[in-house]
């Protein structure tokens, strides 16, 4: 906008005086970015409507406001990324792929005092390189930008990064952090990395007091739990060794850490992912004795990474054939946990395990995945991914090679799991029971049965599947994971042949699983009614029906499938008295065998339910 523009619309508004210098930003070709429209040009200014015409991404003309943009956009400086992507196209490209570091150093220039929010800089990237490719770029390049000694990279994503008025190197600006928290936590993770960062440097002398510091949080701080101080005590050791100090006079040492060996699977559960297989041999060298079973007790309750860890672990350690019956033995007891499962399926065609996972891969390894992805959909609080239906979906070879040895009756059992399976979405269900089609042709029956069976509805009222929906989730939220507790309580009594607590529990979870499944097709058929659909011309469902015969003469209310209650004469219309008298009309007789006898009742009258109500 020109002086003469802006002058006219002050003119206008005197309130906008003191924005003049914002207004006379707002000139042809300037770039912007709107809080709604997001970035866009100035293309024009139209005097007559006293209007900006800016093009964004999405709306080429849009009229608007001076006025109004004051509080909602943004005029961007020349040298902001996000013009620059449109005017130095190529040399942000290359920035891009080759220099991350500097292209945020050039960012940081276009903001006031050459800073700003971690949270705003990478919208800014994201925006120039795009939601797609942003965020697998990120996660290298800010390995290059923490390195950079021109700028500080923020703890925290609502602090600043700043671009330095001198160059600080990693390993100064690490120090300085360390010595400017209190954190014990903080304290060993910038201990890891001072440790990257000066591993092939001269080490200065300032290393001793950042080694008192670390030994102090690992000894004394109350803010971290066993798994942290020990990983803090390895951080810790890995210093010394750079100052030269010698290990073995630190305490507490790792070994003491780890000195109870029941407390293992606690610790295991959250140290890093780099630290495991270093927990691993620490675990051998502090339990030479021991470390066999606990592995074993480690990798039954592992995941993730830490599953292929202690699998090689074991591998590496001897112990290939005790892993390979102790595998058998877990999938016999229904105890194999879905890392493990996950890690079997995936490593099944693999040279180096190929003899311990051959005689693994059979329809009763699928049935414990098909047990282990139910058991994960029931106790998951979301609908969050299942990694184990994953595979088991985009993996096409997997269940040919789960079905390889199966007989027809297996494979139909296992089909039947997969329909009722709760992991599973309705079109993920019918792509794996093509699969299963396809190797056994009959199954085809099962998929046509329940599409019949599912397209016959019952009536229900509303307070009866209210009901049925409470019972259905007592035994999901409530009955299905204490059974689970319960089972698992009874393995760790021994024997399983001859555990009855556990056989109960397993005899409970087939009850409980049956219940589910029933409840689940009985729900997904009812429609729920208010009965004001009958009518007094003849019997339907929601009518009220005098009778005789037997001898006697009574008043019947026909409701839905799940409310009869015969003590007050209300049947269901599913029952054979309330089937038999469906569209029968006044004065008609109908025939209903009840036990051995046959007994014949006629029509009297026809009244609604809907109008006693």
């Given at each position: ?20 210098a ?12 709107h ?5 866009g ?14 093009d964004f991404?999405?709306k ?60 705003d ?29 021109r ?7 609502t ?16 120090m ?7 954190s ?10 001072l440790?990257?960062?000066a ?20 000894k004394?701080s ?18 010394a ?17 780890i ?28 339990h030479?004795i ?45 105890n ?13 065609h693999?040279?180096?395990?190929a ?16 047990f ?18 994953d ?65 016959e ?7 009866s ?28 009594h ?41 009518n ?8 009220i ?13 026909l ?14 219309y ?12 006044t ?27």
């Amino acid at each position: 906008m020109n002086s003469e523009a802006v002058s006219a619309l002050i003119a206008k508004n005197p309130s906008l005086k003191p924005s003049k210098a914002q207004l006379e930003a707002m000139e042809p070709g300037a770039y912007c970015i709107h809080r709604s429209w997001g970035f866009g040009q100035i293309k024009s200014y139209n005097d007559a409507t006293q209007k900006l015409i800016i093009d964004f991404l999405n709306k080429k003309g849009h009229p608007m406001d001076p006025a109004f943009c004051l509080g909602s956009m943004q005029i961007l400086p020349a040298n902001h990324l996000l013009v620059r992507k449109q005017t130095e196209s190529a040399k942000i490209a290359k920035l891009i792929a080759e220099d991350p570091a500097q292209l945020v150093v050039e960012g940081l220039q276009a903001y006031p005092n050459n800073a700003t929010t971690a949270i705003d800089l990478e919208i800014t990237l994201a925006e120039v390189l795009g939601e797609d490719k942003f965020k697998k770029w990120w996660s290298s390049a800010k390995k290059a930008i923490a390195k950079d000694p021109r700028i500080a990279v923020p703890a925290k994503k609502t602090e600043c990064y700043i671009l330095r008025e001198t160059p600080v190197s990693a390993e100064d600006e690490i120090m300085e952090q360390f010595n400017g928290t209190r954190s014990a936590r903080r304290r060993i993770l910038l201990a890891e990395d001072l440790v990257a960062a000066a591993g092939s440097k001269e080490v200065k002398g300032d290393l001793k007091a950042i080694l008192t510091g670390v030994t102090e949080s690992v000894k004394d701080s109350n803010q971290l739990d066993a798994a942290e101080r020990l990983y803090g005590a390895f951080v810790r050791d890995s210093l010394a060794k750079l100052v030269g100090v010698d290990v073995s006079t630190l305490e507490p040492s790792q070994a003491s850490l780890i000195a109870n060996v029941r407390d293992l699977v606690d610790i295991a559960d959250k140290i890093p992912v780099p630290f495991q297989s270093h927990f691993l041999d620490l675990v051998k060298e502090t339990h030479p004795i021991e470390y066999r079973d606990a592995a074993f007790t480690l990798l039954k309750t592992s995941q993730g990474k830490f599953t292929t860890e202690c699998i090689n672990f074991l591998v590496e350690n001897g112990h290939a054939d005790e892993l390979a019956a102790a595998l058998k033995r877990w999938q016999v007891e229904q105890n194999l946990r879905a890392p493990v499962l996950l890690w079997i399926v995936k490593n099944r065609h693999s040279k180096k395990f190929a003899k311990l996972l051959n005689d693994l891969i059979t329809p009763r390894l699928l049935s414990a995945i098909f047990f282990a992805i139910d058991y994960e959909a029931l106790q998951a609080a979301s609908a969050r991914r299942i990694p184990l239906g994953d595979i088991l979906s985009e993996d096409t070879d997997l269940i040919a090679d789960l079905l390889s040895t199966a007989d027809p009756e297996t494979a139909r059992d296992l089909a039947n799991a997969l329909m009722l399976n709760q992991g599973f979405e309705e079109l993920t269900k019918k792509s794996l029971l093509a699969r299963f089609i396809k190797i056994f042709p009959g199954i085809q029956s099962i998929v046509a049965k329940e599409a019949e069976s599912n397209e016959e509805q019952i009536l229900v009222s509303r307070s009866s599947y209210e009901t049925k929906r409470i019972e259905y989730e007592t035994i999901v939220s409530k009955k299905i994971p204490e059974n689970s507790k319960a089972i698992a309580t009874a393995r760790e009594h021994g024997d399983l042949k001859e555990n009855s607590e556990y056989k109960m529990a397993k005899q409970d979870q087939t009850v409980l699983m049956a219940q589910k499944s029933q409840l689940e097709k009985e729900l997904s058929r009812a429609r729920i009614t208010d009965f004001k659909e009958a009518n007094s011309e003849q019997v339907s469902v929601g009518s009220i029906v005098e009778v005789s015969g037997a001898g006697k003469q009574v008043k019947y209310t026909l409701l839905g499938a799940w409310d009869s209650v015969p003590e007050k004469d209300i049947l269901s219309y599913k029952t054979p008295l309330g089937l038999a008298l469906l569209g029968k009309k006044t004065g008609e007789s109908v025939k209903v065998k009840i036990g051995t006898s046959e007994e014949t009742y006629t029509i009297k009258s026809i009244g609604r339910y809907a109008d006693t109500i």
